[in-house]
């Protein structure tokens, strides 16, 4: 669904979340390393806003109580699956169906396994397993599969990656490790281009606030990697679907769009 705004609504917006011009929000961004984490990882995370032809914006936010001293960094989407956490996948690509093995721990504390279905993508469309009718809270995800038709059969997909942290997940939501990983399937680099940190941007959101930037872009869509500590925290796809209202003439100060 396309969500409209008006010029009002952007003012507003703007003057709470920060002013997204040039790849960072106006005094807040820049480069180079980020500070000391101050906030719990779980508070801090990322929206992607609006987009147009030639930018899109995205919006760190950070529900701590003290500054979240943030990177970000933009990177291009390639065709695959990427792991984006324990319990969600991002996929990039036409298939006709995608599946994941998901584990889970059981009343009985024994470890439960289920297949979920999750349809087609046309595209990018980012995963996650909780919101999946029969997805468990605490279950996380082993290996996802994309078949680019049918019939779809767990273990013949088209695509398959693992998850490269499984030992790590199933400590932190089973607390121990239950199940031996296995080495990844995926073949694709995405997984490991948020690694690089020469191009990372930092950004600063004060405590139980926003802050937008914006992304140059072209046609295709673009994904953003927000970390913290070193760490990437969330990833966000530009939302082509979202149009960012009108901006002012090239040139014009800042100060002059808040007239």
């Given amino acids: ?14 003057s709470v979340a920060g002013v997204a011009v040039g790849g960072g929000a106006v005094g807040l961004s820049g480069t180079g390393s980020a500070r000391p984490a101050l906030v719990d990882p779980d508070d801090v995370g990322l929206t992607a806003d609006c987009a147009d032809d030639d930018r899109a914006v995205f919006c760190a936010t950070n529900d701590g109580r003290r500054p979240a001293f943030l ?60 919101e999946h009718e029969r997805g468990p809270a605490d279950g996380i995800i082993g290996t996802a599969e994309a078949f680019e038709e049918g019939p779809t059969v767990p273990g013949a997909g088209d695509v398959v990656a693992s998850n490269p942290e499984y030992d790590a997940c199933q400590e932190e939501y089973f607390g121990e490790i239950v199940v031996e990983g296995t080495e990844s399937a995926t073949d694709d680099e995405s997984a490991t281009a948020a690694a690089a940190t020469g191009d990372r941007n930092r950004l600063v959101v004060p405590p139980s606030s926003t802050r937008c930037f914006s992304v140059a872009v072209d046609d295709d869509p673009v994904a ?14 530009s939302a082509t679907d979202k149009p960012c209202p009108d901006r002012p003439g090239r040139g014009r100060r800042i100060r002059g769009w808040f007239r």
Avoid: H
């Fill in 224 to 237: 953003v990697d927000l970390f913290y500590d070193g760490d990437r925290v969330d990833t966000a796809v």
């Fill in 71 to 130: 990177e970000w960094q933009r990177r291009p989407l390639e065709p695959g699956i990427e792991f984006i956490d324990c319990q969600t996948i991002l996929v990039v690509g036409t298939f006709a169906e995608v599946v994941t093995e998901v584990s889970f721990l059981t009343e009985a504390g024994l470890i439960g396994n289920d297949f979920l279905y999750f349809n087609s993508v046309d595209g990018v469309r980012v995963i996650d397993i909780t």
């Fill in 1 to 14: 669904m396309t969500r409209e705004y008006s010029r009002r609504d952007w003012l507003r917006k703007a």
